[in-house]
């Protein structure tokens, strides 16, 4: 988007994305925040083929460890079916697959969303995929045609001088098609010992991403007990399908625990309702779960060392909260 001189500051401020968050190369953000994001660019920029032209401008991916696993397998077949094992550390909604013909290959981007899935994300990560494969392969990958889910648009100038290959619209799944030959491309940086190290990091990425699952879903369950009754690990537990000790477990590989969930919950929660709506007091020390006004008092000026009121009036006229 720089380089396209678009107004950035613009983009995420309409969007509610901090600075902070683009820097932080661990960032995630939901894929539902995507549809605002790309209708934001493109009102901002005017541009009908906004995703177009930013596809066109996205960074090489490298760096990451999926590329160290295609670029240490024996050849890019290889690579390919091992990264695919791996797709969760690029997105949450993929679950993509290759599928083999006399000849040619396709790259299946399947998603949760079916045709509900944005269609400047469709043309953003396909042609990233396309010459990130170009780059691992020493430009001996070559898309020979690329189906789109959406409708065809009055114009398709665009597609075709970006793409530089045959384009289809209106298809049932998005997918890269290209011949079967490159699969055996083999790597010249190919290296069993290092292929070991790399599976070993992705699985550790990965097993990152499902203890931060853990946690969204315990919030989730917090969220749904805490107006009605004062919330429990053990209440959490069984609504979670685990035993108490198995989630007490979990939530420490994950590096926190119970209290410590329910405790920010509660925290961001009153400060929410403090600032942006008009609740009572004792309306919100129900909403948050507490049993008595004190306890919800203390609890308050631990978290932010003001009481609720001074909290409420520092903050008057302003959204300044923490957009998580």
Known sequence: MLKLNLDTQAIYQKCGVTAAHIQNTKSRLKHNATDVFWAVVEEVSCDKDVGLHVAENLPLYKGHVLEYLFLSSHTFGDGLNRALNYQRLLTDIASSYIVKTKGSAALVLDTKLGDKLNHQFAECISLGIIRFFKSVTNDEFTATCIDFMFDKPN??????????????????????????????????????????????????????????????????????????????????????????????????????????????????????????????????????????????????????????????????????????
């Not at 209106?170 to 055996?184: A, E, G, K, M, N």
């Not at 069993?192 to 070993?200: A, G, V, Y």
């Not at 369950?221 to 198995?246: C, F, H």
Request: proline letters at 4%; glycine letters at 2%; charged letters at 30%.
């Open 155 to 324: 114009d398709v100038s665009e597609y075709e001088r970006i793409f530089n290959c045959k384009i289809r619209f209106s298809q049932p799944q998005t997918t890269i098609h290209f011949s079967s030959d490159v699969l055996s491309c083999h790597s010249v940086h190919a290296e069993p010992e290092l292929l070991k190290l790399h599976e070993q990091v992705a699985e550790q990425h990965v097993a990152r991403l499902e203890q931060e699952d853990l946690v969204i879903e315990v919030k989730r369950v917090i969220g749904e007990l805490l107006d009605n009754q004062e919330v429990s690990l053990e209440m959490v537990a069984q609504k979670l399908n685990l035993t108490p000790r198995n989630l007490r477990a979990r939530l420490s590989l994950a590096g926190t625990n119970f209290n410590n969930i329910l405790a920010d919950y509660r925290s961001l929660l009153a400060k929410r309702l403090l600032v942006r709506t008009s609740e009572s007091i004792d309306e919100i020390v129900y909403l948050t779960g507490f049993s008595e006004p004190s306890t919800f008092y203390r609890a308050f000026k631990r978290w932010t060392g003001l009481t609720p009121v001074e909290y409420r009036k520092s903050k008057k006229g302003s959204r300044e909260l923490d957009p998580a």
